[in-house]
């Protein structure tokens, strides 16, 4: 099966599953392993004080980081996440473009390892950083 970014769109933005909140993501690469997308920040995906919710960035970096496993190689199958690490490390606000940039970093039998950085678009600040 070859994914492709136009289909993995039409999914997304067709789903009726936990998967449509991710329908404000435009993809950027996919392939090789590798997804890179972008997000403008909206009052959906913000807490009580105004920032990018920890809870959206944590599913942001467990999607696209399964897009990336996807596009690889071996990992061309469905994925459960079994262990995920987040660190924040910078806030993000309503009206700022996030970019999400996940690496395939190592694929096994039943195991794959995989980084996200969420860095705003305009500044290159690390926001987040997942595995």
């Known amino acids: 099966m070859t994914l492709t970014v136009n289909h993995l769109m039409n999914t997304l933005k067709n789903s009726h599953k936990f998967d449509r909140v991710m329908k404000d993501i435009v993809l950027k690469v996919l392939k090789e392993g ?16 105004g920032g990018l919710h920890g809870g959206c960035s944590a599913t942001l970096v467990d999607n696209i980081s399964s897009y990336a496993l996807l596009s690889h190689g071996k990992g061309a199958v469905a994925s459960v996440s079994v262990d995920m690490h987040m660190t924040y490390m910078k806030g993000a606000v309503v009206g700022d473009t996030i970019k999400i940039d996940a690496r395939t970093l190592r694929v096994g ?4 390892f995989l980084e996200v950085d969420i860095t705003n678009r305009e500044t290159g600040d690390l926001l987040v950083k997942g595995t």
């Open 34 to 49: 590798k997804c890179v997308a972008e997000m403008k920040v909206g009052e959906e995906h913000t807490n009580p004080i």
């Open 109 to 112: 039998k039943t195991l794959a």
